[in-house]
């Protein structure tokens, strides 16, 4: 089971862009990378999914180099309502390894 | 609205107790998968269903149990209720393939 680390906590302004990185050394071949973010006693809505490179979507990329030991989820020109928690989780999904939430990344917007 | 439906999505209750939280999954999905979340803590993982049959478990303790039935909705019994139990109770639910999970609004637990 591969164990992730992020930050514990980060703080930006509205507009700006912030980069959360996940660092997974342990990470297995077969293994994707899934970001979640959560407001308060709200459950974890899903953000954006990867295995390799670059994936981008609507509200977020996902950026994963080639050794794929680390990844970071860019969120652009930040809002206050982006204002929550961003858990990163490895493994394969429905293999039932990707289950363990770690302690997640606190992110505060502020104005 | 995720398409996971949780209820109660509040409860009350004394130590002691036994409570059921139901959860009906998305739509087509045929993993569900419960969490306890208590204050300021994080995601615990508690048990996995997929298709009617356990898949994965995880720090559940005896005095719970879940079960998913023929329809695919799934309940999380809790007994021998104690204060410590008192948390949020997330369901979520995805299909065996990529996307993640999908997750419910919760039920939100409070022992007195």
């Known amino acids: 089971l591969a164990k992730t680390t992020q930050p514990i906590s980060m703080d930006s302004y509205e507009g700006q862009e912030v980069n959360i990185t996940c660092s997974h050394n342990?990470?297995?071949?077969?293994?994707?990378i899934t970001w979640y973010q959560q407001f308060p006693s709200q459950g974890p809505r899903f953000i954006i999914q990867?295995?390799?490179t670059k994936v981008k979507n609507e509200v977020a990329s996902l950026f994963i180099p080639a050794d794929r030991k680390s990844s970071t989820l860019s969120l652009p020109r930040v809002s206050l309502s982006d204002t929550a928690v961003y858990y990163c989780?490895?493994?394969?999904?429905?293999?039932?390894?990707?289950?363990?939430f770690g302690g997640g990344t606190r992110l505060m917007v502020k104005p | 609205d995720s398409g996971v439906t949780q209820t109660p999505k509040h409860l009350i209750t004394a130590t002691g107790q036994r409570v059921t939280l139901r959860c009906s999954p998305r739509?087509?999905?045929?993993?569900v998968y419960w969490y306890q979340q208590s204050l300021d803590q994080g995601l615990q993982f508690l048990i996995q269903?997929?298709?009617?049959?356990?898949?994965a478990k995880g720090n559940i303790l005896e005095r719970f149990s879940a079960q998913q039935f023929p329809d695919l909705h799934s309940e999380l019994n809790l007994s021998s209720l104690e204060l410590g139990d008192s948390a949020l109770y997330f369901c979520?639910?995805?299909?065996?393939?990529?996307?993640?999970?999908?997750f419910g609004s919760g039920t939100r637990l409070t022992v007195v």
């Open positions: 979520a639910s995805s299909v065996e393939a990529l996307g993640g999970y999908t």
């Open positions: 342990n990470i297995a071949t077969n293994d994707y």
């Open positions: 990867g295995y390799k």
């Open positions: 989780l490895v493994g394969l999904p429905g293999a039932g390894n990707m289950l363990t």
């Open positions: 739509s087509g999905d045929l993993s």
């Open positions: 269903y997929y298709n009617g049959e356990e898949r």
